[in-house]
């Protein structure tokens, strides 16, 4: 039950921003009483560190899986695009970006494991960049932390643009039209 009721938590918190849902919504959405939901998660604070722990094993092997595959470095960014296309077509955008849009309300503690995730996040991807100029395949000034961080905010803000202009169909191309700018391929 305790996955059943972080599933609805983490759609709702995509589509909501965590300071809009109550125990209530996820009590209703998974049929139980509210108190019963109190059992799994005592505050709403363990339900967010519930969520980014959940994030960081969902992505984090997703995200390696591209870092560590067997292609040149542009390739590898429009994976990772591709990841969060699909997390934007499926209506499940980056839960960190959700979750830091409420980052004032959260307690300190999650607040440093969303830190940390979002680190762990870029740390991959800074991999990449780092390929990317030693390969020869990307040029872009500063080092790959900054570029990766740059690369990691330009997806989730993205998501956000194209899901309020409601044509989702632009974020491969825009995500695209900014690898093809920093490419030497």
């Known amino acids: 039950m305790k996955e059943k009721i972080l599933d609805v938590?983490?759609?709702?918190?995509?589509?909501?921003?965590?300071?809009?849902?109550?125990?209530?919504?996820?009590?209703?959405?998974?049929?139980?009483?509210?108190?019963?939901?109190?059992?799994?998660?005592?505050?709403?604070?363990?339900?967010a560190r519930a969520l980014i722990e959940r994030c960081g094993s969902k992505h984090g092997p997703e995200y390696a899986a591209v870092v560590e595959s067997d292609v040149p470095a542009?390739?590898?960014?429009?994976?990772?695009?591709?990841?969060?296309?699909?997390?934007?077509?499926?209506?499940?955008?980056?839960?960190?970006?959700?979750?830091g849009s409420g980052?004032?309300?959260?307690?300190?503690?999650?607040?440093?494991?969303l830190g940390e995730t979002a680190r762990g996040a870029v740390a991959r991807f800074a991999l990449v960049f780092q390929q990317g100029r030693d390969e020869g395949t990307l040029q872009f000034s500063g080092v790959p932390l900054d570029a990766a961080t740059g690369f990691f905010a330009m997806l989730q803000g993205l998501q956000v643009l194209v899901r309020a202009s409601g044509d989702t169909s632009a974020f491969l191309s825009a995500a695209n039209a900014y690898i093809d700018s920093i490419s030497l391929t």
Do not use: M, W
């Not at 980052?103 to 494991?113: C, G, K, R, S, W």
């Open 9 to 47: 938590a983490e759609k709702l918190v995509q589509d909501r921003g965590l300071n809009a849902v109550s125990f209530q919504d996820l009590a209703n959405a998974v049929g139980l009483r509210k108190a019963s939901i109190f059992h799994y998660f005592p505050n709403k604070e363990a339900v």
């Open 103 to 113: 980052i004032n309300t959260l307690p300190e503690v999650a607040v440093q494991e």
């Open 74 to 99: 542009p390739e590898k960014l429009r994976r990772l695009a591709g990841i969060f296309e699909n997390g934007l077509r499926n209506h499940r955008p980056c839960l960190l970006a959700a979750l």
